[in-house]
């Protein structure tokens, strides 16, 4: 079974820190993704990673950044938090084809104060 | 660009009842076609998927029928039970290695 795990369920931080969230998966997987879930917007893509070192917008890149140093590990970086990220994060990872399925981890709720 | 829409809910149903929750799609080409649920408290899950018209996914009792010529994969189960509330997402996939997209998801709630 694919496992993604991500570094906390619940993270509380405060607004103008850096926060790191951490995704990990052991499936050696090529691509890694990065969403925010809102009530009534559904999943928005924020970043999205084909390969080591590659990344890739997605449609609400504003006021993050991603690291992918090493296959299995993707981190989302906020870098000066606002509580407008106060949000459910989920990181997601797939195979190389087309028609693969995403996996998800069980996300992280951040709240921002 | 390519887009998901789903019905929206809330979808309250007594336990047993019959579900139908619509999606319908705009995408160029042939895109692979997916439902998602999400628990409470949990992330995303594949429930089922179809990959090309005229495929038929199912799992846990639940089917959809990938339809091209009404852009559409509605999913179905003949009888809910309490345990299948949840988010539901429909979402597409359309080549190589592009990102999913979403539907905004459907909450269901079953009552016993």
């Known amino acids: 079974d694919v496992k993604v795990t991500q570094s906390s369920r619940y993270l509380v931080k405060r607004t103008g820190e850096k926060v790191f969230l951490e995704c990990v998966q052991d499936m050696d997987h090529e ?8 009530p009534g917007l559904g999943l928005r893509l924020i970043y999205f990673s ?3 070192k590659m990344k890739e917008k997605g449609d609400i890149p504003e006021g993050y950044s991603v690291s992918r140093e090493k296959k299995e590990r993707f981190s989302l970086i906020l870098e000066s938090a606002s509580t407008n990220q ?5 990181c997601a990872t797939a195979g190389g084809t ?3 399925t995403q996996y998800f981890g069980p996300g992280t709720r951040l709240t921002v104060l | 660009g390519d887009s998901v829409t789903q019905m929206e809910g809330p979808v309250t149903l007594s336990e047993e009842a019959f579900l139908t929750i619509n999606c319908t799609y705009t995408a160029t080409g042939y895109p692979s076609l997916f439902w998602y649920v999400q628990y409470p408290g949990e992330g995303l899950q594949l429930l089922l ?3 090309k018209a005229d495929d038929k996914g199912s ?7 990938y339809r091209k010529e009404t852009t559409s994969f509605h ?11 949840a988010v539901y997402f429909c ?6 290695n592009t990102p999913l997209v979403f539907g905004k998801g459907t909450r269901l709630s079953v009552i016993a």
Not at chain 1, 31 to 38: A, H, L
Not at chain 2, 75 to 85: A, C, F, T, W
């Open chain 2, 59 to 65: 799992n846990k009792g639940f089917e959809a029928t």
């Open chain 1, 98 to 100: 087309g028609t693969d």
């Open chain 1, 31 to 38: 691509n890694m993704f990065w969403y925010r879930q809102d």
């Open chain 1, 50 to 52: 084909y390969d080591v």
């Open chain 2, 91 to 96: 979402a597409l996939l359309n080549s190589g």
């Open chain 2, 49 to 51: 998927k179809a990959t």
């Open chain 1, 86 to 90: 106060t949000s459910m994060y989920l």
């Open chain 2, 75 to 85: 999913l179905e189960k003949g009888s809910v039970q309490v345990s299948d509330s």
